[in-house]
């Protein structure tokens, strides 16, 4: 029996016994976790969630804290400003070892539910600054300034999932995905792209990174590449 989770903007497909790096988890080592955003459950009945599969779990056990490879980023901005600089990234990661898969009952397991480190700090963080912030209104020139601040740019991170072939020397059609061609077929099997699962896995920052390789910005979310093949991937 297989299941398809969520966890951290990412989807794995996991059997029983599995090692994983998940984005990181807010728990310690030796800790069991369970994850409840299940999307699909395979095995002799295939179950496909709307979006989720009600009751369904996966169980896991936290094997330790871990960082992802060292990622470099070349930054240069060339208008007006001239500068240039190198900055590394290294993700931090938790390694679970999946254990059992709930079809059914995982609502009222008891176990303690799987929750991103950075969300926790997120809500910690904005319970303080709705305590902290005075209960005057905003006046209307500084909330005007405050709409018209320039969004913040996320920084790209390269994939974990990259591959070097295709698994068992056949990779999947990705030109069934709207605005990919052969040719761009072809430059993301060099990158390391050879399946829908890959694809369907990434983040913000992960697509950001696939903007720049690809020389191209925003025809990912454009064309809604997550979801083309998150249904690629489960057909």
């Given at each position: 029996?297989?299941?398809?989770m969520?966890?951290?903007?990412?989807?794995?497909?996991?059997?029983?016994?599995?090692?994983?790096?998940?984005?990181?988890?807010?728990?310690?080592?030796?800790?069991?976790?369970?994850?409840n955003?299940?999307?699909?459950?395979?095995?002799d009945?295939?179950?496909?969630?709307?979006?989720?599969?009600?009751?369904?779990?996966?169980?896991?056990?936290?094997?330790?804290?871990?960082?992802?490879?060292k990622?470099?980023?070349?930054?240069?901005?060339?208008?007006?400003?001239?500068?240039?600089?190198?900055?590394?990234?290294?993700?931090?990661?938790?390694?679970?070892?999946?254990?059992?898969?709930?079809a059914?009952?995982?609502?009222?397991?008891?176990v303690?539910?799987?929750?991103?480190a950075?969300?926790?700090a997120?809500?910690?963080?904005?319970?303080?600054?709705?305590?902290?912030?005075?209960?005057?209104?905003?006046?209307?020139?500084?909330?005007?300034?405050?709409?018209?601040?320039?969004?913040?740019?996320?920084?790209?991170?390269?994939?974990?999932n990259?591959?070097?072939?295709?698994?068992?020397?056949?990779?999947?059609?990705?030109?069934?995905?709207?605005?990919?061609?052969?040719?761009?077929?072809?430059?993301?099997h060099?990158?390391?792209?050879?399946?829908?699962?890959?694809?369907?896995?990434?983040?913000?920052?992960?697509i950001?990174?696939?903007?720049?390789?690809?020389?191209?910005?925003?025809?990912?979310?454009?064309?809604?590449?997550?979801?083309?093949?998150?249904?690629?991937?489960?057909?």
């Amino acid at each position: 029996m297989f299941a398809v989770m969520k966890t951290g903007g990412k989807q794995y497909k996991v059997q029983s016994g599995d090692m994983l790096r998940v984005e990181k988890l807010a728990a310690d080592a030796g800790e069991t976790v369970q994850f409840n955003e299940i999307l699909m459950l395979g095995g002799d009945t295939v179950v496909v969630g709307a979006p989720m599969v009600d009751g369904a779990a996966v169980q896991a056990e936290v094997v330790d804290q871990i960082k992802g490879e060292k990622v470099i980023n070349f930054v240069k901005r060339r208008r007006k400003h001239g500068s240039q600089r190198t900055k590394g990234h290294r993700q931090k990661l938790t390694l679970v070892r999946i254990g059992d898969i709930l079809a059914t009952g995982g609502d009222k397991s008891g176990v303690k539910a799987a929750i991103g480190a950075g969300s926790v700090a997120g809500v910690a963080v904005a319970a303080v600054a709705a305590k902290a912030a005075p209960k005057k209104a905003a006046a209307p020139k500084k909330a005007a300034k405050a709409a018209a601040a320039p969004a913040v740019e996320i920084a790209g991170v390269e994939p974990t999932n990259l591959l070097k072939e295709a698994r068992g020397g056949q990779p999947d059609d990705l030109k069934k995905i709207s605005g990919v061609g052969p040719k761009l077929e072809g430059t993301l099997h060099e990158i390391g792209v050879f399946h829908f699962d890959q694809i369907s896995a990434w983040g913000p920052a992960e697509i950001a990174y696939m903007d720049d390789r690809l020389s191209f910005k925003g025809r990912i979310e454009r064309d809604d590449w997550i979801a083309q093949a998150t249904q690629f991937a489960a057909e």
